[in-house]
């Protein structure tokens, strides 16, 4: 009506308000997502709880009452309720002649809700001072909060060894004792190893290929909006690149912003989703396989990922056993991560957890090294670096640039892109390939000669060619001065330099470094050196499967990987934990003093049902919410191991179903033991098994519910919002809100395909089932049981009366609100309740059982629980083959 309405809309605006507001009240208050998600959902059962709606006032323990009225649900729904139920459209009389009521007071005491109209002024009330609350403690959490920074996890070794001094580390054996040992993280220990690293690569039995990568007229073009806006142009990002990367070299792709530095290295690695690529890329003068590629190449992406609860010896073996060799034994493929472990520097921080964003786990400098650790525990071949000092101070670029040229000179091919290097990293470089914006070539060769350094003695690349190369020129170009930083001089000679005034008169004058390098004897030199390579192929790389590892071997990696990320996950578990304890304790305690077989009326059945709902529902809808940030946050991790060739995506969904399992079976043993015997549900063992059967598959198939949208779409945020409305879609289409005929075309597709229907349908039925009934056409023809006239008889259940009624829902109640008559209609009452007095229609008031109510306006069952209960089975297969089939197929990156 017009004068329901608008006070519907304000009702609903201020909940949706004072919910926001709340919501961010919890955040502003807690350390990190976990703990905000996990509290927010805990208060959302406490509130659904102590509604009214679930559990009915009148059936709440008075040691409860007090969270019934300061919980806002209550006051909503009251207001709402009053709101509808007020209306004239409801004022029609119902009941029998001299004791009639109106028909909305009828259902509002059904419900055991007031029905005097001030309490939707005294909702609203509340809802203000709750927003205004709510905001002023939200206001004071970011004033006043401050939450530290994550110390890293240190993840003990099983020998508890710790090494304290240099002696002790000289000691230890390659590939022995030092896998288990853990130093002090505030010992300041030398790490001076020497050549055993080397010593212990050029030892193993299976030794990578030293690789030569060639390319000729490379070039890459990509489709942009052209100048209307309509339609599409072609963009060449690179232009007729020539080069040869050597091994044991380390070769610095450089130039300006949008010269095409990381897009010429993405193409050679095989790592570019979208646009065409020219021109030909040789490995050892062969046509590049970029399956066979990906086998003996390492990519460190610019932004470190890893898994957060993974230590780094763990993410160095985990890469080591599955990307080297099958043919290598596991003991050398130890030794392999003990030498990259000395290599690069990383045993002060071995049995470290990650960490994940900023400021949690590893420093920045720490998480660099472990990523470039990472892909050389692949023993490589080629190791691409993608701006590898980004975010680094000087100290942190220098120790990981000493650790990429450690790498250099085991003899790989290294070619990493780098932005305004200092002399002292850019002279670690032996090779240097600059770019001009758009992709052109404007010097392409060495950074020699190679001096002594006045200070160590030690030798370094002087820049001395480089420098002699753009002042031989023209005469446009500014002579480099003494003791400047050539990188900084060369960028600003071809006018890609960053400081004031950095177009130097070559720039400004028009020099044109393309021409010059193009005409230039380094040119020629790239030329000949590619037509050598590729008139004389070298050893040509191949290999019998698509994996290094077997997949049986991958799938055990990946399920020992999971099971102890899973457990170091205190966050993600933990809050599943008390979820799931809270919803068993709230929903079992607040009725446990109204067993069924003492349940008559229509309020106290809708509390009992109300809260094996919610005990059943809420146990399983969580596993679903807090899972979506297990495939949604590690998905960058997985793209990058996939592009490694790591592993396939069947293993690394596998390890993470299986490492699933014994948790929620924890939990719904957790559950069962405390809901179950204190909602005094029926104490029969078919129907224990039964319910812990049904409410495993329940909560597993909602667990991977919210693992395939993450899967599905393109980030854990965008899930997480999915996933919170799919919830409430389910809920609402699930057959306890609304029964199938009550529910419109086209709608009533959601309720047939809805999975929470399928375990609700599975695991409530038997709770509220009895084999007897006071429906006729539900009766044995040799026993007919008339509950009309009887009025002393309240239940069919053995040892309560003259039958032998089994199951729990046999007691009777009275339907005083004509529910179950709405449902089936007077001509079908009218034939079936046996004693009916047939002179009059029929009204509200007539006695059913428990189960002949429940099954009536539910629209349910027992006979079909089986069928829903393997069902669930099926959902869980289907949504993993739709997990597997997006993580194989759907890449939610572009490059």
Known sequence: SSGAFPLFFLGMFMTTCTFLTLFKAITAHMPDASASQGAAIGYMAVAMCFSG??????????????????????????????????????????????????????????????????????????????????????????????????????????????????????????????????????????????????????????????????????????????????????????????????????????????????????????????????????????????????????YVEQTDIHIPTQTVLEALKFSAYHRLPAALPDHEKDQVVQAVIDLIELRPILNKAIGGAVGSGLSVEQKKRVTIGVEMAANPSVLFLDEPTSGLDSRSARIVMRAVRRIAATGRTVICTIHQPSFEIFSMFDNLLLLKKGGWTVYNGSLGPSMPSPLTGEPFNSAGDLIAYFEGCGPDVKPHVAGKNPAEYMLETIGAGTSAGNAAAGAQKGTDFVECFNESQMAKSIEEIIDAGAGSPGQRIQFDTEYASSHGRQMMLSVDRWLKCYWRNTGYNATRIMIVFGVAFLFSTAITQDPMSDIHTQPGLQTYNGAVFSGVFFTAAVQSVMTVSVIGDTKMVFYREQAAKMYSPASFLFGITIAEIPWISFLIGMHVALFYPISHLYNDPDYIVHYCIAMFFFATMMCYWGQMLSAVLPTTEVASLACGASIGVMNLYSGFFMPETDIPYPWRILYYISPARFGLKAAMPKHFYCDLSCVAERQDIAQIIDCQNDMNLMSLAAGDGPYDGQGPGCAIMTDASGFALLKKGPEWFMQNLVGLNTTAPPAPGYRLTIWDYWSITTESSESTVWTFTWSLLGFIIAFRLITLYCLTYVKHIKR
Request: glycine share 10%.
């Open 53 to 298: 709606f679930l559990i009915t006032e009148s059936s709440i323990p008075d040691y409860f009452i007090w969270l019934y009225w300061i919980m806002p649900y209550g006051w909503i729904l009251r207001a709402l309720a009053l709101n509808e139920f007020k209306c004239s459209d409801y004022d029609l009389l119902v009941g029998p002649p001299g004791h009639q009521t109106r028909k909305g007071d009828v259902i509002l005491q059904s419900f055991a809700l007031y029905t005097d109209s001030k309490w939707i002024t005294y909702g609203f009330i509340y809802l203000a001072c709750l927003f205004a609350f709510c905001f002023s403690v939200y206001t004071a959490g970011l004033h006043y909060r401050r939450l530290g920074v994550t110390k890293p996890l240190v993840v003990l070794s099983k020998r508890k060894k710790t090494i304290k001094r240099k002696k002790d580390l000289q000691e230890a054996k390659p590939g022995q004792s030092m896998l288990g040992m853990m130093l002090d993280p505030s010992e300041d220990v030398d790490l001076d190893v020497g050549d055993r690293p080397y010593t212990i690569l050029d030892g193993l039995s299976v030794k990578p290929v030293q690789v030569t990568v060639l390319l000729k007229h490379m070039e890459y073009t990509v489709q942009v909006p052209d100048d209307t806006g309509k339609g599409t142009k072609d963009r060449k990002l690179l232009n007729g690149i020539n080069a040869a990367f050597l091994p044991g070299t380390m070769t610095a792709l450089m130039g300006s912003s949008g010269a095409g530095k990381t897009t010429l290295m993405d193409v050679i690695a095989g790592r570019k989703t979208s646009g065409q690529i020219g021109g030909d890329i040789l490995i050892n003068g062969h046509p590049q396989d970029l399956n066979t590629f990906a086998r003996i190449s390492g």
